[in-house]
């Protein structure tokens, strides 16, 4: 597999691509890949010439008391990982060639990055906006994916392009589980084994929400006050936020409509931030 370090060779490679006529897709990851990013890679390969999957632990992203350095690492594996399903080359540069300028340029896709996860991660979304705008100027891809599990990165992401004119498509993908019923997520190797029978209490939660819902509740202080209790009842728990808001514009919604909402959750097991959703389209 082809592991790319700098900015120069990645534009020479996609500029030759281009003269080619390839279509490119990039798949932009902080590595540590598992099956969710699997799913996104799958996508793209089926859907482009060539395939990138940026692996970046990007530091902008990460408050001042966050698990940076701590992150989980694995190149070797995410290598084999992104080979066998048929993706073309990694970009993995370190934070010193991403960020070698005087770095004052952030974005704020106002209105949505200050809720939900944006009140207790103040500055994340605009770490998030200024990466992958940076990726995308970088890779030039006509496709990016991304997982719903981020559900409001997503919105974010899809709301900068339109707004800022990014001549790429932002393509959706839904959530992998583990068998049992937890989202993928990079950060699951940090519970213990009794944290993670609390973790499952999230997928657990938007389960019972989403058959609620089904039979006619449609008040959302109700269904979250019950979603509370639920996860409370289990222990190492500790409920960041959990809302029912509008899938556009991220704004609670009251009385549950029939489509175009989503229920999403963000909870403390232990010291890991979990999150997780569900979201219903029209
Ligand atoms: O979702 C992620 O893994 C990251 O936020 C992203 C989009 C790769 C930007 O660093």
């Excluded at 120069?8 to 080619?20: L, N, Q």
């Excluded at 859907?47 to 970046?56: G, M, Q, R």
């Excluded at 906006?129 to 409001?152: E, R, T, W």
Aim: hydrophobic letters at 35%; one cysteine or more; proline letters at 4%.
């Amino acid at each position: 597999m082809k592991i790319v370090k700098t900015i120069s060779e990645i534009r020479d490679i996609v500029k030759d691509w281009r003269k080619a006529g390839y279509s490119i897709g990039l798949v932009p990851t902080m590595g540590y890949l598992h099956a969710g990013h699997g799913s996104l890679i799958e996508q793209s390969v089926k859907n482009n010439d060539k395939t990138v999957v940026s692996v970046f632990v990007n530091p902008t992203q990460f408050g001042p008391n966050e698990d940076l350095e701590k992150y989980p690492r694995d190149i070797d594996r995410d290598s084999q990982l992104v080979e066998s399903l048929g993706g073309d080359i990694i970009f993995n540069p370190e934070a010193s060639e991403m960020y070698n300028t005087k770095n004052y340029t952030y974005i704020t896709v106002q209105g949505l990055s200050e809720k939900l996860c944006g009140i207790t991660r103040p500055t994340h979304f605009a770490g998030v906006c200024q990466v992958v705008s940076k990726l995308f100027h970088i890779v030039m891809p006509d496709n990016a994916y991304f997982g719903l599990k981020d559900f409001q990165q997503y919105v974010i992401i899809k709301t900068m392009v339109e707004d800022l004119n990014f001549p790429v498509k932002i393509n959706p993908v839904n959530i992998v589980r583990e068998e049992s019923g937890i989202a993928m997520s990079s950060r699951n190797v940090y519970l213990t084994d009794d944290e993670k029978k609390s973790a499952l209490s999230l997928s657990d939660t938007l389960k019972k929400a989403s058959q609620l819902i089904n039979n006619g509740e449609k008040n959302s202080k109700e269904l979250i006050k019950q979603m509370q209790e639920f996860i409370s009842s289990h222990p190492y728990t500790k409920i960041d936020y959990i809302k029912i808001v509008d899938i556009n514009t991220l704004e609670d919604i009251a009385e549950i409509p029939d489509n175009n909402y989503a229920v999403l959750l963000a909870v403390y097991v232990g010291k890991t931030r979990l999150i997780d959703n569900f979201v219903q389209h029209s």
